[in-house]
């Protein structure tokens, strides 16, 4: 099931993602399920927006044993400009695996991790890579530096699924996240499980699984564009500011 959230008339509103359409819900799924309003409106006419807002944290995987925390104010959207900071003269971004979770974890094992996750979805991770010896916090930190999106599928399949990424027309990246032992399901629940070890997991949580692959450097004007099969395509312009 493909999840948005979107911007209408006004309104942040949640929907079910059907064809061309969206199935308005009636709140958030994570919390209130999926119940419908009984309304459809056209995709054409939303903006969709990142498909979560983290509640408490961002994690941030670096090694199966390692982890960098990001706040919830790097997160934006599907056609959210990626600002570049002036403390950085070289910014990378790499195409991940987002996972989120959709109940409390804390001290989950591997074979129940699965049953806390809520979907996934894409992230373009931006870093300051010039700032990551002096703080490797920091150079991930800035505002604007996760896009997520465009929404989340709950019943993904990482198996033979290409994750694919553009700078331009350029590609930077491209993995079969089936044959990533990174993004594997079990890596992927095992991930779930040393998180939930270190400190309780919360409904909109988010874990980037990665792969952890070759990133890339952008600069002004570009378009950085992630794609992962069956969830769909991250558009995100680079600016910086005069």
Do not use: C, W
Request: glycine share 8%; aromatic share 6%.
């Amino acid at each position: 099931m493909k999840i948005a959230r979107y911007s209408y008339q006004g309104a942040i509103a949640f929907g079910i993602v059907d064809d061309d359409e969206l199935v308005v819900l009636t709140s958030d799924p994570m919390f209130a399920g999926f119940d419908t309003t009984g309304d459809r409106v056209a995709l054409a006419d939303v903006k969709l927006l990142a498909p979560v807002i983290p509640r408490s944290k961002i994690v941030a995987v670096v090694s199966s044993e390692a982890f960098v925390l990001r706040p919830n104010t790097a997160v934006v959207g599907p056609g959210d400009a990626i600002v570049l900071p002036s403390a950085s003269d070289r910014v990378e971004v790499d195409g991940q695996l987002a996972i989120i979770i959709g109940k409390i974890a804390k001290n989950v094992s591997v074979a129940h991790a699965p049953g806390r996750v809520f979907g996934y979805t894409v992230a373009t991770v931006v870093t300051a890579a010039d700032l990551t010896e002096v703080s490797a916090t920091r150079a991930g930190a800035f505002d604007t530096f996760l896009p997520l999106g465009p929404i989340i599928e709950t019943e993904f399949d990482e198996a033979a699924t290409p994750l694919r990424g553009l700078i331009n027309d350029e590609e930077f990246q491209a993995v079969d996240l089936g044959d990533d032992d990174r993004t594997t399901e079990e890596t992927v629940s095992a991930l779930v499980a040393f998180a939930s070890s270190v400190f309780t997991l919360l409904p909109g949580d988010v874990i980037l699984a990665g792969p952890l692959d070759t990133p890339a450097a952008v600069v002004d004007g570009d378009t950085v564009t992630v794609s992962i099969a069956g969830i769909g395509a991250l558009v995100n312009p680079v600016v910086r500011p005069a």
